[in-house]
């Protein structure tokens, strides 16, 4: 089936570097989206995205968080400056349209530490 | 405040038997609920959703019953099967775009 690829699989990093978390997402679909997930709790929404703008973001969202889509290529949160409690696993995922809330394809995560 | 809640927190259960996986939800807004599962080191996939318009869907060996009134839905496999271990996330969304997902049911079939 359809998959979103993410980049890299672990990165570890020390408190106040920035990181930039990459997605590919399917090829023909619209919508993209960030989640968090702490370690032993739900994966949790942080953003979403279309046409090149945030749609809508949860309070996880911080202003240190940003994403983009430059030119259709990776689908990318970048945090500047990252803090401790930002390490959690991070899944991409991605649905061909706005209608299919529940028909969105995950990528596999990016465990992010930060020391 | 947990939107979404989920138990058992792991369950086991023997090749054949059925598995009973339990959700339920505060927000009587929530009006899509799908069912991801996981494997091991391999991205969550949709398995199975519902609509609060039915109080049932069936696909193949997975269902799920769903109660509106006491805001509760379970999912229950049927002749369970090795291949069916994994974690099972229940999830809802009010808002389109955003799921809300439980903590996760960890299941483990045995031959």
């Known amino acids: 089936g359809p998959k979103v690829l993410q980049i890299p699989s672990h990165q570890i990093i020390d408190m106040g570097q920035m990181v930039t978390l990459n997605c590919d997402p399917v090829?023909?679909?619209?919508?993209f989206y960030w989640y968090k997930q702490i370690l032993g709790q739900q994966m949790e929404f942080l953003v979403n995205?279309?046409?090149?703008?945030?749609?809508?973001k949860s309070k996880l969202f911080k202003d240190q968080f940003s994403v983009e889509r430059p030119d259709g290529s990776y689908f990318t949160l970048k945090i500047q400056p990252t803090a401790l409690e930002d390490s959690a696993v991070y899944f991409c995922?991605?649905?061909?349209?706005?209608?299919?809330?529940?028909?969105?394809?995950f990528g596999p995560g990016t465990r992010l530490t930060v020391l | 405040q947990q939107q979404v809640r989920q138990s058992p927190q792991s369950l086991t259960v023997w090749e054949g038997e059925t598995a009973i996986l339990n959700c339920s939800y505060e927000d009587s807004t929530f009006d899509y609920f799908p069912w991801y599962w996981q494997f091991p080191r391999e991205s969550p996939a949709l398995l199975i959703a519902?609509?609060?318009?039915?109080n049932k869907k069936e696909d193949g060996r997975f269902t799920i019953f769903f109660n509106k009134r006491e805001k509760k839905l379970s999912l229950h496999i049927t002749d369970s099967q090795p291949g069916d271990s994994a974690t099972y996330f229940c999830a809802a969304t009010q808002v389109v775009g955003q799921l809300t997902f439980g903590r996760g049911t960890r299941l483990q079939v045995y031959a």
């Open positions: 995205f279309y046409n090149g703008k945030v749609m809508e």
């Open positions: 995922a991605s649905s061909p349209d706005w209608g299919g809330a529940g028909e969105q394809y």
């Open positions: 090829s023909n679909h619209l919508y």
């Open positions: 519902i609509r609060p318009v039915s």
